[in-house]
């Protein structure tokens, strides 16, 4: 039968409280699904189509021919909800092998997380807001247009409550493996509790009125589920899916290649991992093109940066490397972007420069911690100002940083800092100005769009020194719309920018189409920015910092190229900023450039 209610007040409220319990856990069921598929296929290529996928699964609940009964329904959910963990992570494997950032998700979309909503949104296009019992007694189905209502309900339900749930920290230790399953038994425990068990007929009765009374229906339901209860303890591990367990409790060596990963942890970012590529077993040392013998920060599917271990560590006249927290030596950085940043201490047009007094430092977006930890070792106070404390927690750990004092570590978002910096210095407040800023916030393929707005870099430019300079990474193409607005908001803000890029070769006809790291240098002072020649003390002993720093004046791309012509809707301001919109399709080059920097294993071990 359709599902039916009691009459009366009492069950306007059961009817209700189902409704919010299904809409809680669509939303669940979604924010739980995106969190798994993030990891394989990025923020940007996952979200592309999930809207859609929603909305196509809520639609479905409510315009399918089918009678919903809650016992037959309840048990297709609840194999569903088995099956998620193994699917979701399967499925997003075998289709992000493919190589389609696009069509991968939709795959995934549609034959995972679609069956996963409809059945859960079935439940609300049924219920009966009212009673609707025929003078038969039937219970007849919800009209179609009231359960089209109730599925764009559902949708728009479902999308505007799914991401609160990231605020809910106690899921940051809960697998998606958990919830899922979670859901599965939940649905197979009222699945057994509402299911109608066979009742002798009162002929049978009479014919065996000497025989022992059969066990009662009450007593039946509780052993069934004990007893179900029981098998699932003892068999659902079968059911979860391969990913590890957060936070990982203990180092992970891969069964059948060269890769460890150190740590892996649910953060207010992403999914945070420290990963090892081991060298395979035929290496014998000396150089390589093989991606092996380096330890990486991940968030998500994106790379934050990584360092040189083992064997590929080597240093200027055998100085003595960097060591992490365990003693570890760690080499040069695999992304020269990080030490570009640093050519802001060759910059010899202003005082500072030119008398080489580069006394403070801030870093927005820490990464692996590759600058801020340089401008420790040039005796430059650095304070760190980093959105994620599992990211600065990896650096510390992994990756050398030096340990920083409370009033030089701001673990919040940099917009919030900044404009509360500026406030207090505008009141008075005795806040040392920075003599350098290094802002670097690119992540999964791209920025986010609200520290690059022309009211930002104001608010930063008042904990900037008249004669400081700026040093903004953008990861993007030379000749773009993103690039335009990047140059041209900066160079309204401060006025006098130069440009260079990261790359080993950089062809005019790859202009449009190569994704390359771009540094920005720039500085509120009037005087053209200058740099002074690279010496063997600003490399701290690294090959790629004197390969890097030694070759800047080749590196400097004309900032008329990526300004082009200056026009009004080019300015980043908090109330015109189509700079996200413009990276989604980056997003997806990104997700396959970062598939042909590591193998396909990388991406499927967390």
């Not at 991968?104 to 219920?127: D, N, Q, R, Y």
């Not at 057994?192 to 009742?199: E, K, T």
């Amino acid at each position: 039968m359709p599902i039916s209610w009691p009459s009366g007040p009492a069950g306007l409220v059961c009817r209700l409280g189902a409704d919010i319990t299904v809409l809680v856990a669509l939303s669940l069921v979604l924010f739980v699904y995106e969190r798994a598929l993030i990891p394989l296929y990025g923020s940007g290529p996952t979200t592309y189509t999930l809207n859609s996928a929603v909305i196509c699964a809520t639609l479905v609940a409510a315009a399918h021919p089918l009678e919903v009964r809650w016992t037959r329904t309840l048990l297709f959910a609840g194999v569903l909800f088995s099956a998620a963990p193994l699917a979701t992570y399967w499925v997003a494997v075998w289709t992000s092998r493919r190589d389609s950032p696009i069509l991968g998700p939709i795959l995934t979309h549609f034959s995972v997380l679609v069956p996963l909503l409809s059945v859960l949104a079935s439940f609300a296009a049924e219920i009966n807001l009212f009673d609707s019992a025929t003078s038969s007694g039937k219970v007849s189905r919800n009209p179609i247009g009231y359960r089209l209502l109730a599925g764009l309900a559902c949708f728009v339900g479902t999308v505007g409550l799914s991401p609160l749930w990231a605020k809910v920290s106690y899921l940051d230790n809960v697998s998606d493996t958990q919830i899922f399953l979670g859901l599965a038994v939940a649905m197979f425990n009222v699945w057994i509790a509402s299911m109608q068990l066979p009742r002798r007929s009162a002929a049978a009765k009479q014919k065996k009125k000497k025989a022992p009374p059969p066990s009662s229906p009450s007593f039946i339901k509780p052993l069934l589920m004990v007893v179900f209860n029981v098998v699932w303890w003892t068999t659902h591990g079968w059911l979860a899916s391969p990913v590890l367990h957060h936070p990982l409790s203990q180092l992970y060596m891969h069964p059948s290649f060269p890769l460890l990963i150190h740590s892996s942890v649910q953060s207010i970012t992403g999914l945070i991992v420290v990963g090892e590529a081991l060298p395979p077993p035929s290496y014998r040392g000396g150089p390589d093109s093989e991606m092996h013998s380096l330890r990486y920060l991940r968030a998500s599917h994106s790379l934050l940066g990584g360092v040189w271990v083992g064997a590929k560590v080597a240093t200027l006249d055998d100085a003595p490397p960097l060591v992490d927290s365990y003693g570890t030596a760690l080499g040069d950085s695999i992304y020269s972007a990080f030490v570009l940043q640093e050519a802001a201490r060759l910059v010899n047009s202003s005082s500072e420069g030119a008398h080489r007094t580069w006394d403070r430092a801030l870093i927005i977006g820490l990464g692996v911690g590759i600058s801020a930890t340089a401008f420790n070792r040039h005796g430059i106070a650095t304070t760190i100002v980093e959105i994620d404390p599992a990211v600065y927690d990896a650096a510390r750990l992994y990756f050398g940083l030096p340990e920083h004092a409370p009033d030089n570590l701001f673990l919040e978002d940099a917009r919030t800092w900044a404009a509360r910096r500026r406030t207090d210095l505008e009141s008075g407040a005795q806040h040392a100005l920075f003599d350098i800023i290094v802002h670097d916030c690119f992540s999964g393929g791209g920025v986010p769009e609200h520290i690059f707005t022309l009211e930002f870099w104001n608010d930063l430019k008042a904990s900037l020194h008249p004669e400081g300079i700026l040093a903004v990474n953008f990861a993007g193409m030379i000749i773009s719309d993103a690039s335009r607005m990047i140059s041209q908001t900066l160079a309204q803000s401060f006025g006098t920018c130069r440009v260079f890029h990261d790359s080993q070769q950089l062809l005019e006809e790859t202009y449009e189409t190569e994704l390359i790291n771009l540094v920005f240098f720039c500085s509120p002072h009037t005087n053209p920015l200058t740099f002074r020649k690279a010496r063997r003390s600003d490399y701290l002993d690294s090959y790629l910092r004197e390969h890097v720093l030694a070759t800047l004046p080749s590196r400097e791309v004309a900032f008329e190229l990526l300004t082009g012509e200056l026009e009004e809707k080019f300015i980043l301001t908090d109330a015109h900023n189509p700079l996200g919109k413009l990276q989604d399709a980056q997003g997806h080059h990104h997700w396959s450039l970062m598939r042909q920097v590591l193998p396909d294993v990388f991406w499927e071990t967390y």
